[in-house]
C-alpha cells in the first residue's frame, strides 16, 4: 500500500482499475476524470453503497452491452458511422473553459460546422453562447436556452448561462 493507505494504480490489475474507476467517478462532481472534486452531504444518502456496487456493475453491464465504444478521433468516427438514419449529439467543450485536459481549438468548431452542414445523418451541437460560436456555426440552426447550474445542490446558488444548441436540420 502507498503511504496514503491506498495501492498505486499501476500495482492493481485491470478489474480491479476499472472498479476503481468506476468507484472514483460515481463519486466525482461533472464527469472530470482528472483533478476530480468530490461533495458530500449532510441530507442524503451517499452516491454510492458498496454493499450494491456488484448489482450497479451488472446494471452498467446490461446498458452497454449493445454498445460499440471507438478509439477514433471524433472526426473519423462521426464520418465512419454517417448514414441518412444517424443521429450524432455532440458536446464538445465549451469555447474558454479549462480543466478537462482536453485541447479542442476553434478549428475544431469550424471543422464540426463543416460536418453538420455535410453530412447524411443528423447532428444536434450544444455549445457556449458566445459570439465565436455563433460565427462558427453560421448558416445551421440555432436556438438558445437559459441553464442554471446549481452547484452541489442543497440550496446553493445558482450560477446562469445560456448554452446554444445547433442542428442541421429545419
Request: with cysteine.
Amino acid at each position: 500500500m502507498g503511504m496514503d493507505g491506498h495501492h498505486p494504480p499501476e500495482t492493481l490489475t485491470d478489474i480491479q482499475r476499472a472498479a476503481r474507476f468506476f468507484y472514483l467517478q460515481k463519486l466525482g462532481f461533472g464527469g472530470k476524470v482528472d483533478g476530480r472534486t468530490f461533495g458530500t452531504a449532510t441530507t442524503s444518502a451517499p452516491r454510492i453503497n458498496l454493499l450494491r456496487i456488484e448489482e450497479d456493475l451488472s446494471q452498467a453491464h446490461l446498458r452497454l452491452s449493445r454498445t460499440v465504444i471507438e478509439h477514433l478521433p471524433w472526426e473519423e468516427c462521426i464520418r465512419r458511422y454517417d448514414r441518412p438514419h444517424t443521429l450524432f449529439y455532440c458536446d464538445p467543450p465549451y469555447w474558454g473553459t479549462e480543466g478537462y485536459g482536453v485541447k479542442f481549438g476553434l478549428e475544431n468548431y469550424d471543422l464540426l460546422a463543416d460536418l453538420a452542414k455535410t453530412i447524411k445523418g443528423k447532428m444536434l451541437i450544444s455549445v457556449n453562447d458566445i459570439p465565436e460560436m455563433r460565427a462558427a456555426f453560421k448558416g445551421l440552426n440555432i436556438t438558445h436556452v437559459d441553464i442554471n447550474y446549481t452547484v452541489g445542490g442543497g440550496g446553493r446558488p445558482t450560477t446562469k448561462s445560456r448554452e446554444l444548441i445547433i442542428r442541421n436540420w429545419g
